[in-house]
C-alpha cells in the first residue's frame, strides 16, 4: 500500500500540471541553489477535504533558531483530533502513513496553529515536501 502511493505521488508529481514559484531576477542573483529555480512546488490534494496544499511565496525569510516558534506536539495532537471530529471519513486513518506538515515551516516564520497545518502521506512529506523546502 505504501510502495503504490509512493508512486502515484511520484506520477502526481512529475506529470501533473503543477506550479512553478517563481523568483524575481535579485533573489535568483542572491539564490545559493540555483537548481531551486525550476523545481515545481509539490501538488497534493488531500482526498478527506478536497483542499490542495498551498503554493508558498519566494519571500519568507530564514529565521535565526532562537527567534523561531518551536514545535508543539500538543498544537498538532489538537489538529489531529479536530480533523477526525471534522471529516468523519478520517477516523479511518492510520495516523502512523501520515505527517501533519506545518504550510510555512517554523523556520521560516510559521506556527502551530490550526490554519498553517496540513495532513500529507509521511511517504510524500518525508521525500517530496521535506525536499523541497531544503532547497527553499
Keep these: 500500500l505504501i510502495l503504490s502511493i509512493f508512486f502515484y505521488l511520484i506520477f502526481m508529481l512529475l506529470f501533473h500540471n503543477s506550479h512553478y514559484v517563481r523568483r524575481s ?3 535568483k542573483k542572491k539564490s545559493k541553489n ?3 529555480l525550476s523545481v515545481k512546488y509539490p501538488y497534493y490534494v488531500d482526498p478527506i477535504t478536497s483542499q490542495r496544499l498551498p503554493v508558498p511565496p519566494t519571500n519568507y525569510p ?3 533558531k532562537s527567534q523561531r516558534v518551536k514545535r508543539d506536539q500538543t498544537a498538532i495532537n489538537h489538529y489531529k483530533t479536530g480533523y477526525v471530529l ?5 477516523a479511518r486513518f ?4 501520515y ?4 504550510i ?3 523556520q521560516y516564520g510559521g506556527d502551530n496553529s490550526e490554519n498553517n497545518l496540513f495532513t500529507l502521506p509521511r511517504v510524500f512529506h518525508q ?3 521535506n525536499s523541497w523546502w531544503r532547497n527553499y
Design 104 to 106: 510555512r515551516p517554523l
Design 62 to 64: 530564514n529565521l535565526p
Design 99 to 102: 505527517d501533519v506538515h506545518h
Design 127 to 129: 521525500t517530496i515536501v
Design 34 to 36: 540555483l537548481r531551486f
Design 25 to 27: 531576477f535579485y533573489e
Design 94 to 97: 492510520d495516523w502512523s502513513n
Design 86 to 90: 471534522k471529516y468523519p471519513k478520517a
